[in-house]
């Protein structure tokens, strides 16, 4: 897996035709002046962004250890091994918060969809839904779960609550416990994503250090 090189010493690089070096860094207060990225996350950030055609907010990156811990502290969760502190995931979120287009990814995400499949092609493995952001991760082991699809294993989670959880809940449910490899029933009731044309995957491939350049969001 290709690794890509996050300095704050050049955080205007341009890494694809809509982010910047300095949506990928590390937000933890101890973090490092340099620290990679796994070049997936890049890919799949485009992804979005293209497949949606909506400015795109990247959240969380690269954690260090001792700011992971904070977090799962503060939520009541045992500490483990993040995807986060390997660099090998992102969140994100549509910068306008739409909760249609959480719906969307929803729908996508659990009918293996267009877009779904696209970010599986650049090398995606682990997809986690929450109510306002989404979790993607490159990860090759820690499968709790042999969940498979025809790239390989694969990790999905639904972790949405409240009144988002009630969208298709019985649906989510039966798309976290797929995980054991059982292939869960299509939904009978479920709005359709509207139709649009395919929008073929980024043909770009970011440097390991990318000249400055100006990012059209």
């Given at each position: ?7 704050a010493?050049n ?68 500490y ?39 970010l ?52 989510g449910a ?44």
């Open positions: 897996m290709k690794y890509i090189l996050i300095s010493a955080l205007g690089a341009q890494l694809s035709p809509h982010f910047k070096a300095s949506e990928f860094y590390s937000t933890s207060p101890d973090r490092p002046k340099e620290h990679e990225i796994a070049e997936p996350l890049v890919l799949a950030a485009e992804i979005l962004r293209t497949h949606f055609n909506k400015p795109w907010r990247i959240t969380s990156t690269y954690r260090t250890e001792a700011h992971e811990r904070r977090i799962l502290k503060a939520a009541g969760v045992p483990f091994t993040s995807q986060h502190t390997k660099k090998k995931a992102f969140d994100s979120q549509p910068a306008d918060l739409s909760a249609e287009t959480m719906k969307a990814i929803w729908l996508d995400f659990t009918t293996e969809g267009e877009l779904y499949q696209k599986r092609a650049v090398g995606i493995t682990a997809f986690g839904i929450y109510n306002t952001f989404i979790h993607l991760d490159c990860r090759d082991d820690e499968f709790k779960a042999k969940r498979r699809d025809k790239w390989g294993l694969v990790a999905r989670w639904d972790s949405r609550t409240g009144a988002a959880r009630k969208v298709g809940n019985s649906w039966a798309w976290v416990s797929s995980q054991a490899g059982t292939t869960p029933p299509k939904p009978t009731s479920s709005p359709k994503p509207a139709t649009k044309a395919p929008v073929a995957p980024p043909s770009f491939t970011p440097a390991r250090r990318a000249s400055a350049a100006t990012c059209s969001r």
